[in-house]
């Protein structure tokens, strides 16, 4: 009789399922237009981002890498290490399938970056807007990406494309937040410095606020591609490819050397990204 | 000052700016807060019944053209609220602020940035200076926003940075520069744009007492050179009375006394203002040591002539002040001179002027009067044991007697 103090009543039940599946049926049926053209325009994107990658030869990008990281960290060992680490992708045999990924990467920062910023800055003039919007970013980071890979495949099909859509669901939310922190955090004089000198908000923000929150909003960059690289291998759950479905047909078929290779390759290109990306910034900083 | 003795100020002066009434206060219920004061309940009071802060309450007061007004009072006596009324960075709560006659608030979006633009600067006490950017594009940040074409607002801004004294550091980065020198930047900036009306937020508390001391004078000179109006905020009496010609004292939010410094002193409204100023010590005030400045070329008997003739070309002046090795004075190297030692006419010993007078740095500035204007340089300065400690020019002599 008293059942329902020890457990968890029966009698009442909220199916959510349903309807989430009926909601997601009726945008299929009836938003295709408006999906095949976001489908249309990221690919689009990924092609022209791919041409662009492919056509650099693995000589150059490695020289670029040698230099880029000597620029960044004025130190030539350290500069030598990275570019023999990136060698050691193509000596593995993965050359071209970590430019699959790189251009999945980078396709996916970049539409993090183009959202991501204006969103951060909206929210950071806002208080209300940004109570209306942190909730979503919440969800967005915490929620477990296998969930909207789902709905993702079924409005958007298999392939390059929807793993772009996750990896931005996933990678842009530290964008928005870093932007909103950065440009928050500016010292209050400084901006009462700008407005009393009669700066209007559009000369308050680009030349006040962006600048001096740049070295946040930089972090926020980096966090982004970090955050982009680990998905790497969950969005090849949807097809994407690359060094993610290396690993994955790893796993179905139980090579372990295949899986690890692809691993430690994705590992090289994190640390070479995130180094490459902190020492612009660190520079930019003095 | 009773409101007719204020009528009667503004028709024989001329007031570049007024306030009337200001009331500001920070919180919600504006109007229940209202209603307690009216019932002469305390601004802690209101703070307790209602949550609203009663920042400045019903004050007025006029800023004569070309003159220096202090705001002086406690910390979260008002000050800053006050001033950054006076550019509308806030807005108040009641009453009116009139420059050249015309109520400020009543101004459209464009006629408020021009008034920004044009008619008043800001000078902050943490500098509030754009480290991204070097001196140079920070001095030139407010005639960018006014849209001045590149060549016109850098050559303004060189003026400007030669100004402060500052020539040589236009390309240098925010971070690597001293309080003093911020500050010098933050002036140069304000400047730049040729405002009326400089509004200055406690702009030396930040930096350390003898730079502070060359600050304040060089405000003074800066401000006989360019006759600019000043509202200048402070907590530190001292300062208020070396630089105001008029002062206002406030105590919570209100103001107790505005008045010329010597009627002030001599007429305090009240007990509070009366115990402020004698908090001041007002010897000290007009001590010579409050006005001295470090030479730009104090060079010691074994750097010899050419050193002091390169550094005398370098900071453009005619004269070295020369001290032996213990930093005891040994007389003042005029340039014709040094040059004379250079060519071999006279031994360095000989070229030196040692009958110039000097004086004491506890001595009262007005004693100096007499022995400044016998003196063919800037007189040099020793403390009790004899020491050098820094020169007094005839400016800052005169400029302390106002
Ligand atoms: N934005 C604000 N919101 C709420 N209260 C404020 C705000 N700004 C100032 N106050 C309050 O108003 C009162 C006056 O502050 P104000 O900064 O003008 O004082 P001040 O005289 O400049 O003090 P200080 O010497 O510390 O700078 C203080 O009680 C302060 O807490
Ligand atoms: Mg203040």
């Keep these: 009789m008293f059942e329902w103090v020890t457990e968890f009543p029966k009698g009442i039940y909220l199916d959510i399922k349903k309807p989430i599946d009926q909601a997601i049926e009726y945008m299929m049926n009836n938003w295709g237009a ?21 056509s650099i030869p693995w000589w150059l990008m490695i020289l670029a890498v040698l230099i880029g990281a000597w620029r960044a960290t004025r130190n030539p060992l350290r500069a030598l290490m990275y570019a023999a680490m990136l060698f050691f992708i193509g000596l593995i045999g993965l050359w071209s399938l970590m430019y699959t990924t790189l251009s999945i990467i980078i396709t996916s920062v970049f539409i993090s970056l183009v959202l991501g910023f204006p969103l951060g800055i909206l929210i950071s003039f806002s208080d209300r807007f940004g109570r209306f919007v942190r909730p979503i970013l919440d969800t967005m980071q915490t929620m477990p990406s296998f969930v909207y890979l789902i709905p993702a ?39 009462e410095a700008s407005k009393a000198f009669g700066a209007t908000r559009w000369q308050l923000l680009v030349k006040a ?23 790497v291998v969950t969005s090849s759950m949807i097809g994407a490819r690359g060094l993610g479905s290396e690993v994955l047909t790893g796993i179905n078929r139980l090579e372990s050397g295949r899986g690890f290779a692809a691993g430690i390759a994705i590992v090289i290109m994190a640390v070479l990204i995130d180094r490459l990306t902190q020492g612009a910034y660190n520079k930019k900083e003095m | 000052m009773t409101p007719d003795t204020i009528q009667a100020m503004v028709e024989t002066k001329d ?57 002086i009072g406690l910390s979260g006596s008002g000050k800053s609220t006050v001033v950054r009324c006076l550019n509308l960075l806030l ?83 925010i971070d690597s520069l001293s309080g003093g020198m911020r500050q010098r930047v933050g002036i140069a900036r304000a400047l730049a744009n040729n405002p009326d009306i400089l509004l200055m937020d406690e702009p030396f508390s930040a930096l350390d007492p003898l730079v502070r001391q060359d600050m304040q004078f060089e405000l003074l000179s800066i401000q006989e050179k360019l006759n600019k109006t000043v509202v200048f905020i402070t907590h530190d009496i001292n300062e208020a009375f070396k630089l105001g010609n008029t002062i206002s004292i406030m105590r919570d939010g209100r103001i107790v006394q505005t008045d010329v410094p010597e009627e002030m002193t001599s007429n305090p409204a009240d007990e509070y203002v009366s115990d402020f100023i004698n908090s001041a010590d007002k010897a000290q005030v007009y001590q010579v040591k409050s006005f001295m400045q470090t030479p730009s070329c104090l060079v010691s008997l074994q750097d010899g002539a050419n050193t ?95």
């Excluded at chain 1, 408006?34 to 492919?54: A, E, P």
């Excluded at chain 2, 009337?20 to 009071?45: D, V, Y």
């Excluded at chain 2, 040099?380 to 400016?395: H, P, Q, T, Y």
């Design chain 1, 34 to 54: 408006f999906f095949d053209g976001i489908s249309m325009f990221l690919r689009q994107i990924l092609l022209w981002v791919q041409t662009v990658i492919n």
């Design chain 1, 153 to 191: 495949v079924m409005l958007l099909g298999l392939g390059n494309v929807p793993a772009v859509i996750a990896t931005v669901i996933y990678s842009m939310p530290p964008m928005v937040r870093m932007t909103n922190l950065g440009i928050r955090s500016v010292d209050r004089e400084i901006v």
């Design chain 1, 209 to 231: 606020l962006i600048p001096q929150a740049m070295p946040t909003i930089m972090a926020g960059v980096n966090q982004t591609i970090m955050m982009a690289i680990a998905m």
């Design chain 2, 15 to 71: 007031i570049i700016l007024s306030v009337r009434n200001l009331t500001m206060m920070f919180g919600r219920k504006k109007q229940q807060a209202a209603q307690l004061r009216a019932e002469q309940k305390s601004k802690e009071e209101i703070l307790k019944e209602t949550g609203v802060t009663l920042a400045v309450d019903n004050i007025s007061f006029d800023v004569e053209r070309g003159k220096i007004h202090t705001l």
């Design chain 2, 91 to 173: 807005t108040p709560t009641k009453g009116k602020i009139l420059f050249e006659g015309k109520d400020i608030q009543t101004f459209n979006a464009q006629q408020l940035l021009n008034y920004r633009r044009k008619n008043v600067s800001m000078v902050f006490q943490s500098f509030g200076l754009l480290t991204h950017r070097n001196v140079l594009d920070n001095v030139a940040y407010g005639l960018e926003i006014r849209g001045v074409k590149k060549k016109d607002r850098i050559d303004r801004a060189m003026e400007m940075i030669e100004m402060v004294n500052l020539k040589g550091w236009e390309n240098k980065s």
């Design chain 2, 308 to 402: 002091a003739l390169a550094l005398m070309r370098i900071h453009n002046v005619s004269s070295a002040y020369v001290v032996d090795n213990k930093m005891n004075f040994v007389g003042v190297l005029p340039l014709d001179a040094a040059f004379q030692v250079r060519e071999g006419k006279l031994s360095f010993k000989e070229a030196l002027v040692n009958d110039t007078p000097t004086a004491k740095q506890d001595m009262q500035i007005s004693d100096l009067i007499p022995i400044a204007s016998q003196s063919r340089f800037p007189i040099a300065v020793l403390n009790d044991d004899g020491k050098f400690v820094g020169i007094i020019s005839k400016a800052a002599i005169l400029t302390s007697l106002k």
